[in-house]
Structure formats: structure tokens, C-alpha cells
């Protein structure tokens, strides 16, 4: 059998669940091949999305016309802003979700998207000609034939599950590894290598003694992923926090002979950021304690999921090991943690757009460029499908620029830097973290995601609405008096400065002890403008005053990205060859020949290129 299809996407999970939806809203004809039609979108680790920098990453997602934070809200039964403490440049959303509810809704989703067929089978071969990627044969023979081929096939590429000295291969718990894929892409000269990730062991809620923990309720306000969707449907439930003590961790290190990570057993690199148990134990073996956190996987399910006991220990040690926490004396488990192996390609084999250098047509997404987390497979999934889809027609291939989006960070750091680990975003890889807020995602992405097609019109109308509004409340701010006699008395209660003169309204919401809300309540005209809005007003009015507070801030560092902009403009690829170019360190020469970069502040980026390397090419192109 034969099918024809625009774009192909190989695996359903987070990044191939957005790569489809976009290549199919792009209007390109789309099949999702998938392995497991009931565990699309499965959410392999913790049910919960977002997180610092994660959460920014799903707004960019939602703003883009991406599906995650739709899907999410839908499906939350916990919701909090996290880095409430710090100024918004950080604040950052995340969610519990129901895991089995998640990937019906996402079901759900993939279902009513026109131009998209999904296929249950698992893909075999990549199919190769003339030098181009040009479909996928699966293990049943089934032929699929495409312009665009796009892998997101996660951490299943010849997958090894370790539990102690045990090993079994799969992709995830009780599903199959995939075993000739990788091989059918590496033989192209693209470069293959091996990371591990972990997952910690599931308990009955049923056998914890709660009263032993602290209880971490979620919270109600009006902040959520996506705004177009309605607001909190599920029942919400709190999650729990208690730690591991000098007893756990004695019975951990009994079994560390026995620990894959320690023994030899295991050999590639896992997350820095989301290290096992027994990582913790051995980094930090002079703390008494480490916090864990007891997490809901659902409404109606007793499963919980235990966070940052991540392990790959024996059984019995892992069990032994829990049942030394007070709170979980009695503890129940359903499968124990494990570790898992699999296979990555080198992401600096890819182009902005995640097509291959080596392979034209050849996209790839997530876990398979060597990066963790739901978040970061699904931002770079939504831009592989576009791009797969505009590569079609032939069109300009859709690139974000760092001050843009975390995605557009992610994928230029994948690119140019390359992974000796799984990849995690976090706010600190940003240089512009003021410009990209989880407030403003759609203010820099939603007309753009119009233009293109990703983002439905529904969507756009929404966007200008609330632009609209949020102008309103500026102009009103920016150009409208208050006098000392109408104000000073409530600046005194609120704990700030009388004034000696009038100011405009902006100077006062500048001041941190006010904002927009408690000045309404002695303004009311202010009070008026605030409640103009007829959706989401809570929402505006955050935009509004957050541009006022932190204006200095934010045009400042839009003159930093705008004069980086000119070295984005300076195109060098395929002007030089690097070997030859004897003015520039060894180093230099050798990173330059491997990356090839687009532009010149692409060139500054990669590791081991110094600023002289650099002043040497701008000397070069005559600037």
C-alpha cells in the first residue's frame, strides 16, 4: 500500500501532536503516524505543564495558533503562577492537568482538524531519494510518500528502559522501543548520540497519611494558558509537600551499587536540571533533606505522582526507601521509577527552520534534538509543522529571532550551540527576559501567526480587541492629571509619598507600592477605564500596567535587540571558507566549519568563536 501526503509527522506525542495541527491549519494534507492512537499526547512524566520559562513557552505556543495551552486549561486541576515574588519578567504559569483527560481532549483536537489523517503503526524506514527526504515505510509495509518528512518520535528510538540491574527495551512503560529507525537516518551522515531521562514511582493516594504533609493549594485568579478558552472546568485539587531524611537516604546508598547511573550500566547523559534521587544523594551528600512534592494525575483516578523522587534503584530499595518518609509509612505503589535511554540527533545538523541540513524535507522535533520537557517538544513541533508545510510551497521558511520568543531562543541555542545534555529552558538563557514576558506572548506573536495561517481568525479578532483595550488604558494613563488635594490622602494610606505637585496618572502606577487596582479605587474615573472591557479585564489591566511600570526597562533593552538586530542582518553563510581563514583561532575555524551559521550574530553565538574571530569576518565583508 501507498499514500501520498503533503506532510508526514512520525510520532504523536507533545511535539508531533502541534507539528501535525499546524502542517494541517497550514493547509497542507497531514498524516500523523502514531504508534498508539490512545496515548496521543501522553504525558510520559508529571502531568503538568508549564513551570519557570516552560510556562512562557505555552503562551508562545497558545499566541501562535499551537494547541497545548488550549488543551490545558481544559484539562487543569491545578493552576498557579509561580515567581510571584520577582518582577513579571519571570512570572511564569503552570497547571496539574488530568493525564487521561489530556490526551482525550488533544484527541479531540487532531479529530476535528481539517486536512489531517492519523495512521496507528510504527515507522520503519525513512525513505531517501536524490538526496532528499521523501517518506517513511512502517513495519507493516505500508509506504507513505510526502514533500515534508517530520521525526518526533521521543525518547523511543531504540529505547532502554533500566530498573536496577534489570533492563528491558521500550519507549515508555509497557510500550515498544522503535528499533531500525534511527539507524535508516544516521546512515546519511546525521549525527546520532544517547541521552537517558527518568520518571519516579506512582503511588495510591489511598495508603498516604496526609495529615503528615503540607498542603500547596492552587489558586483562582483569572490568570490561565490560553484566553480564548473558558476558565477552570475541572474540579481543583492541591498537591503536597513533605521531604526525604537521614533514613531514606542510608537506604538509598545500600543500593547504590545496584543503581544503573552508578554501576555502569547506564552510559549516556540525563538532565542536570531534573537529576534522580540517587544523583542528589552523591551531588549533594552534605544536605539532610530534599524537598518532595505529591501530585495528583487526575479527578477521578488514586494515582499520584511523586516529584523529584525521580529513580532507576531496585525496586525494593526505591520501596524500602519511601516507606521511610512518615507521610508514606504506609505507601502503596502502582509501578516503580525508572530510567530510560534513547536515541538523539545532533541538533546542529538542522536549520532555524528544524529542517535538516543533510536531508532536505526532513524536519525534526522535541526529544529527538536532544531536549526535555512537554514544553519545549511542542514550541519547536508548532515550528517544524509550519515550516514542513511552507516547504510545500516552496515559500520563506518561518524563523524567530531570540527578543521574539523562548522558542526562538530554544531553537537558535539547539542550532548553534548544540546539546551535551538534555536541553531544559529556563529564564537565564534569555538575554532578553523584560521583552519576552508570559503577559505580552500574544503582543509579539498572534498577527504574525495570522499572516502566516497558524492562527485562526477567531483568534487574531481577539488579539486587536484586547490591544485595543489595553491602549485605552494607557492614553488614559499616560495623558490624564491628578492633583496632590485628590490623591495625597490615599498615597498616605497606601504607604507612599504625598505629592507637592500634580503628576499623571502613569508616575503614580510607577511607584511599586500602587497599582492599577488599589489607585481605581480612589480614582474613579480610573475605575471606569479598567471595567470598560468586556472580556477579560483582569487580564488587560495587568498588560497595561505592567508596560507602564517597567516602560524604562523594557525600551531599553528593545535599543540592546534592536542593535543585534544589524548583525542578524549580515548573512555570511556560504561566503567563506572557514579552513582557509588563518586570521581566526583554530577553535573558531573549526566551530564555524561544523555550524556553518546563517549570520554573522548567529557566528557570535556559537562556543569557542571569540569577539576577534568575529571582527575578523566583519574585516573580511568590507565593514
Known sequence: MKYQYDVIVIGGGHAGCEAATAAANMGAKTCLITMDMNKIAQMSCNPAVGGIAKGQIVREIDALGGYMGLVTDATAIQFRMLNR???????????????????????EVLDSTP??????????????????????????????????????????????????????????????????????????????????TGTPVRIDKRSVHFEDMEEQPGEADFHQFSYMGPHRQLHQLPCWTCYTNK????????????????????????????????????????????????????????????????????????LAAIHQIPALRDAKIYRPGYAIEYDYFDPTQLKHSLESKILPG???????????????????????????????????????????????????DLT???????????TSRAEYRILLRQDDADARLTEKAYQ???????????????KENISRILDFCNNTSVKPTEINDALQRLGTTPLRMGCKISDLIGRPQL????????????????????????????????????????????????????????KIKGRFNYSTLHEISTEGRQKLERIDPETLAQASRIPGVSPSDINVLLILLGR
Open 85 to 107: 515574588g520577582k518582577g513579571p519578567a519571570v512570572w511564569s504559569p503552570r497547571a496539574q492537568c488530568d493525564r487521561g483527560k489530556f490526551i482525550w481532549k488533544w484527541r
Open 115 to 196: 486536512n489531517l489523517d492519523i495512521w496507528q503503526d510504527q515507522a520503519d524506514e525513512l525513505i531517501v531519494e536524490h538526496g532528499m527526504a521523501v517518506g517513511v515505510r512502517t513495519v507493516w509495509g505500508v509506504e507513505f510518500r510526502a514533500a515534508s518528512v517530520v521525526v518526533t518520535a521521543g525518547t523511543f528510538l531504540n529505547g532502554l528502559m533500566h530498573i536496577g540491574r534489570h533492563q528491558y527495551p521500550g519507549g515508555r512503560c509497557a510500550e515498544p522501543a522503535v528499533a531500525n529507525f534511527s539507524e535508516s537516518i544516521a546512515q546519511w551522515g546525521i549525527r546520532v548520540a544517547r541521552m537517558k
Open 416 to 426: 548553534t550551540k548544540g546539546v551535551d545534555e538534555p536541553y531544559r529552558m529556563f
Open 362 to 412: 526532513l524536519f525534526m522535533a522535541g526529544q529527538v534534538n536532544g531536549t526535555t520537557g512537554y514544553e519545549e517538544a511542542g514550541g519547536q513541533g508548532l515550528v517544524a509543522g509550519v515550516n514542513a508545510a511552507i516547504h510545500c510551497t516552496g515559500g520563506e521558511p518561518f524563523v524567530m529571532a531570540r527578543d521574539e520568543s523562548y522558542i526562538g531562543v530554544l531553537i537558535d
Open 452 to 466: 502566516l495561517g497558524i492562527a485562526k481568525h477567531d483568534r487574531y479578532e481577539w488579539w486587536m480587541e484586547k
Open 247 to 318: 533514613a531514606v537516604h542510608d537506604t538509598l546508598r545500600s543500593g547504590l551499587a545496584d543503581s544503573p547511573l552508578f554501576n555502569g550500566q547506564i552510559q549516556s547523559t540525563g538532565p542536570r536540571y531534573c537529576p534522580s534521587i540517587e544523583t542528589k544523594l552523591v551531588t549533594f551528600p552534605d544536605k539532610d533533606q530534599h524537598p518532595l512534592f505529591l501530585e495528583p494525575e487526575g479527578e477521578d483516578t488514586n494515582e499520584m505522582y511523586l516529584n523529584g523522587f525521580s529513580s532507576s534503584m531496585p525496586m525494593d530499595i526505591q
Open 515 to 570: 497599582t492599577m487596582h488599589n489607585l481605581a479605587e480612589v480614582l474613579p474615573e480610573l475605575k471606569e477605564v479598567l471595567n470598560s472591557p468586556q472580556n477579560r479585564k483582569e487580564e488587560i489591566a495587568e498588560a497595561a500596567e505592567i508596560n507602564i511600570k517597567y516602560k524604562g526597562y523594557i525600551e531599553r533593552e528593545k535599543m540592546v535587540a534592536d542593535k543585534m538586530h544589524r548583525l542578524e542582518d549580515i
